[in-house]
């Protein structure tokens, strides 16, 4: 399974320059664990990290200038860093499995002569085969539009950090005209119709480049979580779908597929979240006249059953959670914006268990991404999985590990819960 082990945002609303983990450009700290809580206030830029990855996958899906007009953004003025003039900048550094050899993306995205937002750089790295220092090679280099994609597992060039548009066009230009067949073989020269569009959009599409059909797909797979209760309680209509959807209002379709596809699991499923969920005996389905599914609840104490309509928002939202986590097939990338909210305070500690045993399966888990302020969620993670978001004397957010207080990290070690640790302000800036 695919992992993210660093990202670094910069000139993105408030996160002028952060990274997490470990990223070609920063590459002193420790990777991201498998499962990474980003904790913090009010208005330290929470949300604003959770929709950087959002606004990632909707470049991807619509190009970039959809994207910053999506889900309230307001366009690339609004978006980018107060008093910055600068590009909006994306590096992800990450590894199709744990002996792979790690892959950088980056992307810087402007603004051309008429306002427009564009994508100026795009570019993809990997080391080759044996190599252990030194930069990456590029597979992927576009300025503009413009560039060379280097085809196959292997195939690279090594190209300056400073390079630009001319020094592209060069070597597009060395490409075209050299001698040799094995460089023809392995390049091509891309001259994209629509610099709004990402390059892996593309060429991530074509059988020849398997590495940025890989990237792509990755992105692709990521599941960010923007759940409604009250999305999960429509009566959506018959038809099973494999996977659930951000807000949740095809969970009734969920629930048909897995009985349809995997009916003995799926009860085993059930009776497994029903066995978490406080106050719910059993869970069970019925199916409608029309031919949909719908989710009973039965609660103890009651000898009628509750259909998903009826029930609380809390129960609807762990349902959910634990549901996506049992996915035959998971999301590489799972991203969960404050999972606590309509929860039960003593619930969230086993919902962080929950996430992180997911997520540190080798196999089947979902990297787990959650931003979070309730300290119960906190007391069942390591200092290694928390980050702490804080504002900087700028007004910029800066963001650090718990793990690099050693005073916070011997406390957990003698037995301290994290979450109370956090409540008492011992994870503060001092």
Known sequence: MARIEGI????????????????????????????????????????????????LADCLKSGVEDAFDARGRGGFDRVRSQGTAGPIELEVYYKEDGNARPITYELSIDKDSSGRPYVSKERLRQRRKGQKHGWPFSFLILNEGHGIAWKGEEAGHEINENTEQLDILELIQEIEHSDSEEESRETDV???????????????????????????????????????????????????QKHLNIHGDNLGNVVQFMEREHAKK????????????????????????????????????????????????GTLKVFAYLLLLE??????????????????????ESLATEFRDHAS??????????????????????????????????????VRRASDDLTVKNMVTEGLPLGSLWYSDYLDAR
Not at 215 to 229: D, K, V
């Open 266 to 313: 799926f009860r085993t499923i059930l009776e497994r979240i029903a066995a978490k969920i406080p106050g719910v005996e059993r869970i069970d389905t019925e199916r409608s006249p029309d031919g949909r599914l719908l989710l009973r609840f039965n609660d103890k104490g009651f000898e009628d059953p509750f259909y998903s309509q009826q029930m609380s928002d």
């Open 190 to 240: 891309v001259e994209l119709d629509d610099y709004r569009k990402l390059g892996i959009a593309t060429l991530g599409s074509l059988k020849q480049h398997p590495r940025i059909s890989a990237f792509r797909r990755f992105i692709e797979g990521w599941y960010l979580s923007y759940f409604s209760p009250d999305a999960a309680r429509s009566l959506p209509l018959a038809g099973p």
């Open 327 to 348: 996915d035959p097939v998971p999301p590489p990338f799972l991203c969960v914006e404050e999972p606590e909210n309509g929860l039960y305070h003593k619930l969230l």
């Open 361 to 398: 399966s080798q196999k089947s888990g979902s990297q787990v991404f959650v931003t979070t302020h309730q300290p119960y969620f906190v007391d069942a993670l390591s200092p290694e999985e928390v980050w702490v978001l804080e504002k900087g004397q700028d007004g910029f957010s800066v």
């Open 8 to 55: 670094r945002i910069r000139n993105f609303r408030s996160l002028r320059d952060v990274t997490l983990g470990k990223v070609l450009s920063v590459q002193s700290p420790e990777p991201l664990t498998p499962m990474t809580a980003v904790i913090g206030k009010n208005g330290v830029g929470k949300s604003t990290l959770f929709d950087a990855f959002g606004f």
